[in-house]
């Protein structure tokens, strides 16, 4: 099917592999096609992980297009406004810090990584700082005070109680 | 259909707008059904856009593993250690700077954006620096030298000749 544009209606997104996150242990398990995609991921520090969050993915979440932000009691925002893992599209994008990588065996291990065990995984992309690391980047001012680099929310989140509704 | 782990095998990407390139313009425009969910997206000073490379959208492409980097000659690597547009799941991610919103017309102008002009687009999301802002992140080998922030992407590409081959 496609529309007015002669452009697809839908694509159609394929797992590479699982998310395991279990006992304190986080780490990719790519399938056995796509290890050699693995080659020299090694060489980065970090990598972008794209997962689908299958367990909002239904008719009804996928509908939802503003929601109040547990965070901000009083706010009401579009969905786009937030990193809600439960939007139009379920695919959610979490940077992880890499430990090691096992090519052979398709395993990528992680510092941590906020999916739930047995998540779909997407895509692994490398972080690339002249892409990814904005120095002017601001907050919307609901989040004001929140830490300013990705290596200081651990501490940040151990100290304040912050509801993200999960 | 569903595999042995009681998963799905493939799920389904809707498009939820369009991204428009085109002399030196440079908007995401949201189908109707989708703007609600830009409410407040403002608040925050860049977002991460996320879109489908229909142009490479084939399985030839989606089954290449690995490719020589045409930016280091002689270096092969896997397809996850690069952010080629052509992999098993074509799916983009870029961040921009947010110029202006319109909620209602569904435009999000932005400063930059590297798509073609009309692809389709999937996914906006804002950029929170304590999840996209990485201080410690590093470069492969082969992009030693390159620069340490969005920012100062463009003077350097103004004066270095890098080919991304394409």
């Known amino acids: 099917m496609s ?3 002669g452009k697809s209606e839908t694509y159609t997104v394929r797992p590479i592999g699982t998310i395991h996150a279990d006992k304190g242990e986080f780490y990719l398990e790519v399938d056995e096609t796509y290890r ?4 020299l991921l090694g060489e980065w520090s970090h990598v972008m992980v794209v997962w689908w969050a299958d367990q909002v993915d239904t ?4 509908g939802i ?3 109040e932000l547990p965070y901000a ?8 406004a937030t990193r809600s893992p439960a939007r139009p599209n379920p695919l959610t994008v979490t940077n992880a810090a890499v430990l090691g990588i096992d090519e052979e065996k398709g395993i990528v291990r992680l510092a941590y990584i906020d ?13 690339v700082p002249m892409s990814d690391r904005i120095r002017d980047a601001k907050y919307a001012s609901w989040f004001e005070g929140f830490p300013e680099y990705y290596e200081d929310a651990a501490e940040f989140f151990a100290t304040h109680e912050v509801d993200f509704g999960d």
Chains 1, 2 share one sequence.
Request: without cysteine; hydrophobic residues 35%; charged residues 25%.
């Open 65 to 67: 297009m503003q929601a």
């Open 73 to 80: 009691p009083g706010t009401v925002a579009g969905i786009f």
């Open 36 to 39: 050699p995609a693995l080659k």
């Open 115 to 127: 999916a739930e065990d047995g998540t779909p995984l997407v895509d692994i992309k490398p972080y």
């Open 59 to 62: 008719e009804e979440l996928r």
């Open 3 to 5: 529309n007015q544009n």
